[in-house]
């Protein structure tokens, strides 16, 4: 059923879902330290701190990007070329899945939800549906190329499959997940006009702060690829300390705990001696099992942890990837990408608004590319 677009909410609305889930893995730590006690380094290593320190870095740029005035401009552009919802919709997931494919599914909700955010102040526009749109869209999207999302990347390394071959693997897994994506958004987004809100006071345009950014942008991701994380946090968040430390605000640091919290949960959850034996008499080693493993582990532990895990169990690869990347649907903690673009959003009521959506997706999906697999 069609409904109505609905108001965004304000710019300093609770972030999608609140903090729940913080205090829920916070909860889930606890329980952990008392009953499979660690020494308090071990925690330490339990942490992804590329991926967090990558995220920390991201998310002080994009709110120097949003601070410069450059995206309330380019929405203001967007809204006067495009009248109807339903186009703007699909524009924004067709570029959110070519953008994953190329840059990463985080990095294209870096771009894309601060931007669709700042449209939702411009316009009447149901602002948590479309992010939710757009997180199917990134976790669709980044599933075709090796350097889409890190489980792509592991299972790229371990297949020896050439760049192209990979690609070839997981196009028609791709397509069925574009497919769906495409028919959801006729399904859950009317043919209406795009209505604007009163006009407001233009943000001011800081050209030298979007300068900064972009400048810290492009040497933040060559660090990263060099694995010069320290160097790039340090450049960074050296460079907005002297220069606008008013940017440092706005970082979401609760996102950060969340995503630390989530790999020290997940992962001793995924050490426990029962889930090992537990998978090693499961009959999951290739075909259609496997891919049902793995969207069913996802739904619990994402699906990068997922996909190490059950690499030690599951010998069919194309069935893996499969699974997995499919699993990124469904529960929110099925991919990273579901909780950035939440927290991104700053909208209340994300979480059930997501998983209204994600849930059938991930069902009617996870169907149709395991009956094409069958066939």
């Known amino acids: 059923m069609n409904s109505t677009p609905a108001e965004a909410a304000p710019a300093d609305a609770e972030h999608g879902g609140g903090n729940g889930l913080l205090w829920v893995l916070l909860a889930a730590a606890v329980v952990f330290a008392v009953v499979r006690p660690r020494a308090p380094m071990d925690y330490l290593r339990l942490v992804d701190w590329q991926t967090v320190g990558a995220l920390a870095g991201l998310l002080a ?32 997931a067709a570029s959110a899945a070519v953008l994953s494919a190329l840059v990463t599914n985080d990095v294209s909700l870096f771009l894309l939800v601060p931007l669709t955010r700042v449209l939702a102040t411009q316009a009447h526009l149901p602002l948590a549906r479309l992010v939710v749109i757009e997180a199917l869209a990134v976790n669709a999207g980044s ?77 933040f991701v060559i660090a990263l690829d060099q694995r010069w994380l320290l160097v790039g946090l340090a450049g960074v968040f050296g460079a907005f300390l002297l220069l606008r430390p008013r940017v ?22 995924a050490e426990l001696p029962a889930v090992a034996a537990l998978l ?25 942890p997922a996909t190490i895990l059950l690499e030690g169990f599951v010998h069919d690869l194309p069935a893996l990837a499969a699974g997995v990347s499919v699993g990124g649907f469904g529960c929110v903690l099925g991919s990273l990408a579901n909780l950035i673009a939440l927290r991104l959003a700053k909208v209340p009521n994300g979480l059930r608004e997501f998983h209204r959506i994600s849930i059938p997706f991930l069902l009617v999906c996870g169907a149709s590319a395991l009956l094409l697999r069958l066939g």
């Not at 769906?180 to 006071?201: D, G, H, N, Q, Y």
């Open 61 to 92: 740029i994009t709110q120097g990007v949003e601070r410069s005035g450059m995206l309330q401009a380019a929405a203001a552009r967007l809204l006067s070329r495009t009248t109807e919802l339903r186009n703007l919709v699909f524009l924004l």
């Open 143 to 219: 599933a075709l190329t090796p350097i889409g999302n890190p489980q792509n990347l592991f299972l790229w390394h371990r297949s020896g499959e050439s760049f192209v071959g990979f690609m070839a693997m997981m196009a028609p897994t791709v397509a069925v997940m574009l497919f769906w994506l495409f028919a959801a958004i006729r399904f859950l987004v009317p043919r209406a006009p795009i209505t604007l809100k009163p006009s407001t006071e233009a943000v001011p345009m800081q050209p030298r702060l979007l300068a900064l950014s972009g400048v810290l942008f492009v040497g």
């Open 248 to 269: 440092l605000l706005g970082v979401d640091w609760a996102l950060l705990a969340i995503i630390a919290l989530m790999f020290v949960d997940l992962r001793q959850l």
């Open 280 to 304: 090693g008499q499961m009959p999951i080693g290739e075909g259609w099992r496997a891919y049902l493993a793995a969207i069913v582990t996802s739904q619990f532990i994402s699906n990068v």
